[in-house]
């Protein structure tokens, strides 16, 4: 493979992460970033021990 494909790889990835996020306090874009930023396995992990900004409590 060549390094267009890995980017290519990699930024869907981000983009998928990305979109987990839009439920957070950061949303898509800053989640993206960051995704871009360190990498978007780290940030999935974040994003799946933090909660949702408008989850109900009970």
Do not use: D, E, K
């Not at 990305?18 to 396995?41: H, Y």
């Amino acid at each position: 493979m060549t390094g267009a494909a890995y980017a290519l790889i990699y930024l869907t990835f981000c983009v998928l992460v990305g979109l987990c996020g839009t439920q957070r306090r950061l949303g898509f874009l800053a989640t993206f970033i960051a995704s871009i930023i360190v990498t978007p396995v780290v940030v999935l992990v974040i994003l799946l021990l933090t909660a949702p900004t408008n989850s109900s409590r009970l």
